[in-house]
């Protein structure tokens, strides 16, 4: 008998107390998580993807202009950068050629 009551006594809550707080807390987070994809479903439903020209540039796609305008700044940068990292890793991008083309695609600066 005070085997059974010191055991009791460890446990803060009850067995049955613990499996019905386990319950209703899975189940109210059920149903807040369903409400709340049944909302997003309806925010979403009558969404279009914009139409007309994209909103940034296509790399494979043929400049308007073939000659490039570049400012004096521009110019002058390639210079300034051979002086600084030396002429063997500035690579000019207004031409494309064999040695330069992998540096022409994809991201770079």
């Keep these: 008998s005070t085997n ?10 009850a067995l049955p107390t613990a499996f019905a707080l386990a319950g209703a807390s899975l189940l109210g987070g059920y149903c807040l998580g369903s409400s709340h994809s049944e909302h997003w479903e309806d925010l979403n ?24 305008k570049l400012t004096e700044a521009q110019t002058a ?5 051979q002086k600084i990292v030396g002429k063997d890793h500035v690579y000019d991008g207004t031409k494309e050629t064999s040695t330069n083309s992998a540096f022409l695609k994809g991201a770079r600066l």
């Design 4 to 13: 059974s009551q010191s055991s009791r006594a460890n446990r803060s809550v």
């Design 45 to 68: 439903k009558n969404r279009a993807l914009p139409k007309g020209e994209r909103g940034c540039c296509a790399c494979d796609a043929e400049p308007e202009d073939p000659k490039l």
């Design 77 to 81: 940068l390639t210079s300034k950068l």
